[in-house]
């Protein structure tokens, strides 16, 4: 089944523990990105990338890392979490690195900082 | 850059109702739009998308978006929705080259039976 999947997918931490979420595709796609989803304010995208080892930051990409070494993975590193980044995170791919095609989602990763 | 604003935060609607969802977007440059659902506890998937063409698109669900390029618009409508369409929709944007995207800040349909 074509699918982005995001692990974990619930996860409690405390501030300053470093953590990665990770993001895979299955579909051979190029583009990736990540999001952050906040009541009132919709989603707001953290970092893309166009294809292996290229990528860039969106909207708001501060306290966070991106790597991608390979296709299928697109790992999002917190290197040191504030409360202010507890988000509903979404990862997202599609085939080609032109707006004409459609993204698809993850099933989100549901992050606390206390 | 771009932006996206959707006037309303929720919106509350009869089963078998129509229903239109507003979305305005600000753009120095020519843009792709799109429409997306998120179901609770899901992640969001895409009703219909606006390239190029006729300014009357039609998606999944038997919902269509209208393309105003004057109004800088593009709402969402449906002429009779179902309890099943209870859901946070969200209009976004992006620039021809796709690279990145911005959304609206969502609008939370509730039919009600």
């Known amino acids: 089944e074509a699918q982005v999947t995001q692990n974990p997918r619930y996860l409690i931490t405390v501030t300053g523990k470093k953590l990665t979420v990770t993001c895979s595709q299955n579909m051979n796609h190029e583009y990736m990105s990540w999001y952050r989803q906040d009541p009132g304010l919709g989603l707001r995208q953290i970092y893309y990338s166009m294809n292996v080892e290229v990528t860039d930051k969106g909207d708001v990409p501060e306290g966070y890392k991106v790597s991608r070494k390979e296709k299928r993975n697109f790992p999002l590193i917190l290197e040191s979490p504030s409360p202010n980044q507890t988000s509903l995170y979404f990862c997202a791919s599609r085939p080609g690195t032109s707006g004409l095609y459609e993204q698809y989602f993850g099933p989100g990763t549901r992050l606390t900082v206390t | 850059a771009q932006s996206v604003t959707q006037l309303d935060s929720q919106v509350p609607v009869f089963e078998e109702a129509p229903v239109e969802l507003r979305c305005n977007y600000s753009?120095?440059?020519?843009?792709?739009l799109f429409w997306y659902v998120q179901y609770p506890n899901q992640g969001l998937q895409l009703l219909l998308k606006?390239?190029?063409?006729?300014?009357l698109v039609k998606g999944i669900n038997g919902f269509e978006a209208e393309f105003n390029k004057s109004q800088t618009s593009f709402h969402l409508r449906k002429p009779s929705v179902h309890i099943s369409d209870t859901a946070e929709y969200f209009c976004a944007v992006s620039d021809k080259a796709g690279n990145q995207f911005y959304f609206g800040t969502g609008t939370s349909l509730t039919v009600i039976p």
């Open positions: 606006y390239l190029s063409g006729s300014t």
């Open positions: 753009s120095s440059v020519s843009v792709y």
